[in-house]
């Protein structure tokens, strides 16, 4: 099943990391793969940008590729692009990665919108961390440790869209 267009989706998601090569990228594969699996679900759009645009236009991290293809999903087809301010009016929902980014993603958002701003391991709370680590100066083994930390925050994130998505319908 092809993800919606934001227009057309009952939900919308950006997830949010330094550069977009590596954690956003990965999160963004995994919920879209996960999504693909339930058909019967809410239509979510999903992308995923980084705070900084050191990266723009690149693939993400091959070692990133490797290890979500490993976990059966691709994500060599994605492309890094910084985050924009109106980004923060266009997604329902924005995640990131750890607190540094939520900080930038807080002074972009006005006030109103600041509801939307979470960290990702927030709807993990058993991994018993609050930042999913930056795995792109290390081995191998940190790109599995994220994939591990995206996958069970995913599990904690579906009510939550399951729950946004009923909220929209009934306005």
Same mark, same amino acid.
């Given at each position: *099943?092809?993800?919606?267009?934001? +227009?057309? #989706?009952?939900? +919308?998601?950006?997830?949010?990391?330094?550069?977009?090569?590596?954690?956003?990228?990965?999160?963004?594969?995994?919920?879209?793969?996960?999504?693909?699996?339930?058909?019967?679900?809410?239509?979510?759009?999903?992308?995923?940008?980084?705070?900084?645009?050191?990266?723009?236009?690149? &693939?993400?991290?091959?070692?990133?590729?490797? #290890?979500?293809?490993?976990?059966? !999903?691709?994500?060599?087809?994605?492309?890094?692009?910084?985050?924009? @301010?109106?980004?923060?009016?266009? !997604?329902?929902?924005?995640?990131? *990665?750890?607190?540094?980014?939520?900080? !930038?993603?807080?002074?972009?958002?006005?006030? &109103?919108?600041?509801?939307?701003?979470?960290?990702?391991?927030?709807?993990?709370?058993?991994?018993?961390?609050?930042?999913?680590?930056?795995?792109?100066?290390?081995?191998? @083994?940190? !790109?599995?440790?994220?994939?591990?930390?995206?996958?069970?925050?995913?599990?904690?994130?579906?009510?939550?869209?399951? +729950?946004?998505?009923? #909220?929209?319908?009934?306005?």
């Amino acid at each position: *099943m092809p993800e919606p267009e934001i +227009s057309a #989706a009952d939900v +919308s998601v950006l997830l949010v990391c330094m550069g977009n090569i590596c954690r956003s990228p990965m999160a963004e594969g995994w919920l879209s793969h996960r999504l693909r699996s339930r058909p019967e679900g809410p239509r979510v759009y999903v992308d995923s940008a980084g705070t900084h645009g050191y990266h723009a236009g690149s &693939a993400p991290d091959p070692r990133a590729q490797a #290890a979500t293809a490993r976990r059966g !999903f691709h994500i060599g087809h994605l492309q890094a692009r910084q985050v924009v @301010t109106e980004d923060i009016q266009r !997604f329902d929902l924005l995640l990131a *990665m750890d607190s540094d980014n939520l900080e !930038f993603l807080a002074q972009l958002a006005p006030d &109103a919108s600041r509801h939307k701003l979470r960290r990702l391991l927030d709807f993990a709370p058993a991994a018993g961390i609050v930042d999913v680590p930056d795995p792109y100066y290390g081995g191998d @083994t940190g !790109f599995e440790r994220v994939l591990d930390l995206v996958e069970a925050a995913v599990d904690g994130l579906m009510p939550e869209l399951e +729950s946004l998505a009923a #909220a929209r319908r009934t306005r």
